[in-house]
């Protein structure tokens, strides 16, 4: 949580020099401490090549997904979807927001901007200690519930920028919907991959998971570079775009309801 608004703070007082070097000190010694770090190691059975294991593993953990648990592939549709079109635009407007459209004054925009990826930080960890907190609650019908929160959370940003012409109350308010956002999408994230671990075989559990972080982190970066295109098209209407977002998220939401009340 502190570590984005030191790098803001820093960035702002020192330039970008400074950080870097910090940075890579830092990386530097990440990695001498790696050095001691003894994990112990089981060789597994093998009966072909790295690439023969990957392709075997891989068409085992798809057919998984799509024929004998479906309900799995439809998690992960879900779960690409909103990475998609939420969480890359949160990813992508965050900076843009706060560093372009707003006018504030450069050095005090890159403070502000570390404060927001500290606040990031701090709604996953609020997050991570609900999903434990309110675990008994949490059921799994009621998953769709979270991602409409989700979508909710991202539609008074588009209507502060559209509404409100005070760029302290705009980013006030941009930060605590990423906030509530980062809440919400967390528990959800929890709570899908508990869901997903006791469907799969622990034989399948590593393949499965592995398939799903491969095809939902793919969906954010297509994510990515839509709402970079988006947002230069919808330059003076950066509220559409948000808005746009918040729309078609809440259209998955919706349908993820009626996927996990039937189960």
């Known amino acids: 949580m502190t570590g984005p608004v030191i790098g803001g703070i820093l960035y702002s007082a020192y330039g970008l ?6 940075c890579g000190i830092c990386f530097f010694l990440s990695a001498v401490m790696e050095i001691f770090i003894k994990i112990p190691f089981q ?69 502000l901007y570390g404060f927001a990826q500290g606040a990031l930080a701090g709604g996953g960890l609020a997050g991570a200690m609900c999903a434990g907190i309110f675990r008994e609650k949490l059921t799994i019908k009621r998953a769709g519930n ?19 012409p005070s760029e302290t109350i705009n980013y006030m308010i941009i930060v605590l919907c990423c906030f509530a956002v980062m ?11 508990s869901f997903i671990q006791t469907e799969t075989p ?36 950066e509220f559409a775009v948000i808005l746009f977002s918040g729309i078609v998220s809440l259209s998955i939401a919706m349908k993820t309801k009626n996927i996990f009340a039937r189960l």
Do not use: H
Not at 62 to 77: A, N, S
Not at 150 to 162: D, E, I, K, Q, W
């Open 17 to 22: 020099e400074t950080v870097l070097l910090i």
């Open 146 to 164: 979270l991602l409409t929160a989700c979508a909710l959370s991202v539609l008074p940003m588009s209507f502060t920028l559209l509404l409100t």
């Open 43 to 111: 060789k597994q059975i093998s009966g072909g090549n790295i690439w023969e294991t990957v392709k075997k593993d891989f068409t085992k953990s798809v057919y998984f997904i799509r024929r004998e648990k479906p309900v799995v592939g439809k998690c992960l549709l879900v779960i690409s979807g909103i990475n998609l079109f939420l969480s890359a635009m949160i990813v992508v407007a965050l900076p843009y927001l706060i560093t372009e459209v707003l006018s504030f004054e450069e050095t005090r925009a890159n403070t």
């Open 202 to 237: 622990k034989n399948l559990v590593g393949k499965v998971i592995a398939v799903m972080i491969t095809v939902s982190t793919c969906a954010q970066s297509l994510g990515n570079a839509l709402y970079g295109i988006l947002f230069e098209l919808g330059k003076g209407a």
């Open 183 to 193: 809440v919400f999408s967390t528990v959800f994230s929890v709570q899908m991959m």
